[in-house]
């Protein structure tokens, strides 16, 4: 009985520190995000405009990137880049909400150039998300410059994945080898500092995987309290972008302990839960900005209205197959195309080839193994959920988060023999 008595007082003391690191972190980012959007824009609207001036911002949606002609690195999003700094230099009253564009054009980046360049501007709402990436983007461009910013992007998700990658490795060499392709080859995370609305969430969303993996490793008490933490703040952060992928990550990357013991045949089942409790935390990230905007904002018919009229027009689907040929449209194009994602899958094969050697279809039927590959299904659900909404199916780095999860549980499958001996 006193040993139940001690492991209940533990739980609710895990419980409550959770709680408290999940509202302290969460409060202190929105804390952030107003201080921000108080701060004058007029250094970051003249980095801006010089950045169109160089070339370093194009007017064009899309431009791809190539190291030698013809091997495709990615496609950078340009367009998104620009939405998120339309939304940096709105009024300070609304938080990131009201993008600035010139009078002329629609919502492009020509459009931007005008604005930021001396020409009549217009703004439009967008009151869905808190924009945390124009909030960030708004304290860096203030001291630098956007090519300098590209520069720094991309060496802090390096940095980031170089992290996420060694933490795998030091548990697991053969995983931590797979990890490197998968992320590094088959994903576009390494060159999203070309577009730096993704370049700005996706560091925060690594940043939020790398907190999960090293409370899980450490048992901190406060572990699945981060888990929510870093979807709140990547829901603060992201206009929708990836959010699973990240889920996903975190999920698996929670269970990597697990990889150096024998535990309970339901030990495995944590990694759903992280990436439920990760969803969790993304919801209620979504929710504050409503509530916010429902009491000190404009009002709820504002929200009504932003959220109904992004399920119409040019993002509905017209039939059922539609989503899926874009989707498959765009595996061909990366995955399957001549490029470094190309080469990054065909090693991600051969690391699950050598698994494969090393026994790991004899542990796949396993209860435990079956449910280390559960988090998968969020990703899977997240494709479903929008397969009428195509524009935003945005699946690089979600496609990746899912191999990523397929290699963990390849590798638990193979070590699970050993563990149990």
């Known amino acids: 009985m006193k040993g139940k008595k001690w492991i209940e007082r533990v739980r609710v003391k895990s419980i409550l520190i959770s709680l408290i690191v999940f509202v302290l972190g969460s409060g202190a980012f929105l804390g952030f995000i107003f201080v921000s959007a108080s701060m004058d824009s007029d250094r970051a609207r003249q980095h801006v405009a010089e950045a169109f001036a160089d070339s370093t911002l194009v007017p064009g949606a899309y431009r791809e990137i190539e190291l ?3 091997f495709i690195v990615m496609e950078s999003d340009n367009f ?3 939405v998120m700094l339309s939304q940096m230099l709105a009024p300070s009253t609304t938080v990131f909400a009201e993008g600035e564009w010139g009078v002329t054009g629609g919502v492009d980046c020509a459009s931007l150039e005008e604005a930021v360049t001396g020409g009549a501007t217009q703004q439009t709402s967008w009151y869905r998300y808190w924009h945390g990436a124009s909030a960030i983007s708004k304290v860096v461009l203030t001291v630098m410059s956007v090519q300098a910013f590209q520069v720094v992007l991309t060496v802090v998700l390096a940095a980031l994945l170089i992290a996420v990658i060694a933490s795998v490795y030091r548990v697991s060499a ?12 088959t994903s576009d995370l390494a ?4 577009s730096l609305v993704h370049g700005v969430s996706s560091s925060v969303g690594l940043l939020g995987v790398l907190m999960v993996l090293f409370a899980f490793k450490k048992n901190w008490a406060a572990r699945w309290g981060i888990a929510a933490l870093a979807g709140f703040i990547y829901a603060s952060t992201a206009q929708m972008l990836t959010p699973i992928a990240f889920a996903i990550l975190s999920a698996v990357f929670a269970m990597l302990p697990l990889l150096l013991n024998s535990a309970s045949a339901w030990s495995a089942a944590r ?22 905007v429902a009491t000190m904002g404009p009002g709820l018919e504002q929200i009504r209205g932003e959220l109904t009229g992004s399920a119409q027009g040019i993002y509905m689907t017209t039939s059922a197959i539609q989503p899926f040929h874009q989707l498959v449209g765009l595996v061909m194009k ?9 080469v990054g899958l065909m090693m ?12 790991t279809l004899g542990g796949l039927l396993n209860r435990q193994v079956a449910l280390s590959l559960t988090p998968i299904l969020l990703g899977v659900g997240w494709l479903i959920l929008w397969a009428g909404h195509t524009n ?8 990746s988060a899912m191999v990523v999860n397929l290699l963990f549980t390849l590798d638990y499958a193979r070590r699970l023999p050993s563990m149990s001996e």
């Open 191 to 194: 060159w999203q500092g070309l």
């Open 174 to 185: 053969p995983l931590g080898v797979g990890v490197a392709f998968v992320l590094i080859g």
């Open 271 to 292: 990694g759903l839960g992280v990436g439920v409790l990760w969803i969790i935390g993304y919801g209620a990230g979504l929710a504050s900005r409503y509530l916010w």
């Open 80 to 82: 998104s880049t620009c």
């Open 348 to 359: 991600t094969f051969g690391v699950m080839g050598w698994f494969v050697a090393k026994g």
């Open 68 to 70: 030698i002609p013809g």
């Open 334 to 342: 990366t995955w399957l195309g001549v490029g470094w994602m190309q």
């Open 392 to 399: 935003h199916t945005f699946v690089h780095v979600l496609l």
